[in-house]
């Protein structure tokens, strides 16, 4: 039986749900995201990507690239509730389901389907009950692995479905530019073609201990997926190991008050999402980035692992003060708890600064 794993993207998922909920924006170039000086786009519509503007861009850069852009401050909680709808379906074909973001994630379909004709047609029907009950378009690529399956989702993007059998994955693989493997960034991407390295055919050329000698570990894996190789299963269970939140601030803030507003605000957030997973923490981590960009952190591991609002924001509010927030000021600051465990299992623990 052969292997086939199916990875299905969400298209331009914040935007796309913004216009689904507002349709006056409906082909107009959208982006997600703040207004201030310093906020970033988190979605763009396909009508904005024209003019360049992605994801991650600074807004300003944005504007700059499309002044008649709209932009819409972020909803986070609809998009979850629309997330957990897409996602209710999917584990209706198979309960290996492997959520890997909120818009994205694999699934096992290997005894679902028999021949790739059936899995062609589960990925067309995939798409059309994601569009019939969300009103939302997805993209849809099926591989022997996990990487080719998300590699085949985006290469046709919007409204994609990319089958990738097993006879042809190296003649799918070969040809692409080395950038579309996940997981090689700008830099990598940047060292790879300094070395004459375009596609993955390019890549595949280059022995395992060059490309661990340039990458360390990630170098074996850059060597295998160039030879269609991964054994990455669908993981349907993720540990998750921390929580965190953060803000980065319009301009840069002196006032040691607001600061710990903000925290308190962090906390708020991070003790609902601990309830909404039965969750304690042991370690409570206080991150402030100055506006020189210098980034420091500070922690606290308690003998009782936490849940309350109130008690995460004082740890957070009394790690501030080991900070030099009083004197400098301040770009960024956040919260984030680890040490999680379910409630049931807490106990006690070493007391540790």
């Known amino acids: 039986m052969s292997h086939r794993i199916l990875h299905l993207d969400m298209d331009a998922f914040f935007a796309s749900v913004e216009v689904l909920d507002h349709p006056e924006l409906k082909g107009k170039p959208v982006v997600v995201g703040g207004k201030g000086p310093r906020s970033v786009v988190a979605a763009a519509s396909y009508e904005v990507r024209k003019f360049g503007v992605r994801s991650a861009m600074p807004m300003c850069r944005a504007l700059e690239r499309c002044p008649h852009v709209v932009v819409v401050q972020p909803h986070f909680d609809r998009y979850h509730e ?23 994630g694999y699934l096992d379909i290997s005894e679902v389907v028999q021949t790739d004709e059936d899995a062609r047609g589960l990925g067309a029907r995939l798409k059309t009950q994601v569009w019939e009950h969300c ?24 409204d994609a479905l990319v089958v990738v059998r097993d006879e042809e994955l190296d003649t799918f693989l070969l040809p692409l530019d080395v950038g579309r493997i996940p997981g090689v960034g700008k830099e990598g991407l940047k060292k790879l073609n300094q070395s004459g390295i375009k596609t993955i055919a390019d890549l ?29 299963q669908v993981v349907t ?20 008050e607001l600061l710990r507003e903000y925290l308190g605000k962090h ?21 402030v980035r100055y506006a020189n960009f210098d980034l420091i952190t500070r922690r606290r591991t308690f003998q009782r ?49």
């Open 82 to 104: 629309v997330s957990e709808n897409v996602f209710e379906l999917l584990r209706k074909v198979t309960p290996l389901v492997e959520q890997t973001s909120i818009d994205e």
């Open 135 to 158: 009103k939302l378009k997805c993209s849809v690529g099926i591989a022997p692995c996990k990487f080719a399956a998300k590699i085949a989702s985006d290469l046709k993007k919007p």
């Open 204 to 232: 595949r050329r280059e022995s395992r201990s060059t490309l661990t000698a340039w990458f360390g570990r990630w170098g074996e894996r850059l060597h295998d997926f160039a030879r269609g190789i991964d054994p990455r």
């Open 237 to 256: 269970e993720h540990e998750r190991k921390s929580l965190g939140t953060e803000r980065t601030f319009d301009t840069d803030v002196r006032d040691v």
């Open 267 to 287: 906390a708020v957030r991070l003790a609902r999402e601990l309830d909404e997973r039965a969750l304690c923490a042991a370690t409570v981590t206080v991150k």
């Open 305 to 353: 692992c936490l849940f309350e609002a109130a008690e995460i924001a004082s740890a957070a509010c009394d790690l501030l003060e080991f900070t030099e927030a009083h004197q400098r000021a301040v770009r960024l600051v956040g919260v984030s708890l680890s040490g999680l465990r379910g409630r049931n299992m807490e106990q006690e623990l070493p007391l540790v600064f």
